[in-house]
């Protein structure tokens, strides 16, 4: 991946996700510390990157909830800004990555890339010889919407996909399932009605209220199996194939 200085075209409503969902990206990060490692207390002594950072928002949770430091990836100059005020060491581009990792994470990322292929084959160079790649993306294709369009998305992966595209760069599955079980009807509703990034479905508001009221039920339904069935989200855990 290239540094990039053009805007990141979500910005908005990536600031929106933030503020609205708050439940919902605690999980992302309690799904990638206790689906990685379940037997450590605290990740603390582990090399982290998230790839694709954007604000931080993540890392921020992960440091403060696991006392753990995560260095950050970003091509966005916008975004690289916001990392380094924060006080992350941020990178610009792949190649300026001297060093390899226990665990680097995205949220919501490869499917902002073209190649993500080509990514994946990066992000597994920089993976240390027991080190995990966790990825979160939006899930099924049929759910593609207006939303996916406004935010730059090139696609929505089925597990099949993302089985495929990690084996082929060298890398073994070693779980994959789906998240946010009532995600699914909502965003399949989303795209039935159409989004618009303020006031209506898919605006802050609605996130809000989605995050408060129904998000707890979607996790407890993801917990009791659901997860393997259907869900708005696929977070795969991979690592180096042996």
């Not at 605690?26 to 582990?46: C, D, F, H, K, Q």
């Not at 993976?127 to 995990?132: A, Q, V």
């Amino acid at each position: 991946m290239e540094n990039g200085s053009s805007p990141y075209s979500g910005i908005s409503e990536l600031a929106d996700a933030e503020q609205g969902l708050t439940k919902y990206y605690s999980n992302i990060v309690e799904l990638i510390i206790a689906g990685t490692y379940p037997n450590r207390n605290s990740p603390s002594e582990l090399s982290i990157l998230e790839f694709g950072a954007g604000t931080g928002f993540l890392s921020e949770l992960l440091q403060d909830t696991h006392s753990c430091k995560v260095e950050c990836l970003e091509i966005d100059q916008t975004l690289i800004g916001i990392l380094i005020a924060k006080g992350f060491e941020t990178y610009s581009c792949m190649e300026s990555i001297q060093k390899k990792y226990d665990l680097v994470f995205s949220s919501n990322v490869l499917e902002h890339i073209e190649n993500d292929t080509e990514a994946i084959t990066q992000l597994r160079k920089i993976l240390k010889p027991n080190g995990k790649l966790v990825t979160y993306v939006p899930a099924f294709p049929l759910l593609f919407s207006d939303l996916d369009r406004a935010v730059g998305h090139f696609r929505r992966y089925t597990k099949k996909d993302l089985n495929e595209k990690m084996s082929s760069c060298g890398l073994e599955v070693e779980k994959i399932h789906y998240v946010d079980s009532l995600g699914f009807p909502a965003s399949l509703l989303l795209r039935m009605m159409g989004y618009r990034s303020r006031g209506n479905i898919g605006g802050l508001t609605s996130m809000k209220i989605y995050d408060r009221y129904f998000f707890p039920l979607s996790r407890q339904l993801d917990r009791l199996g659901l997860k393997y069935l259907l869900g708005k989200n696929i977070i795969v855990y991979a690592s180096l194939r042996k």
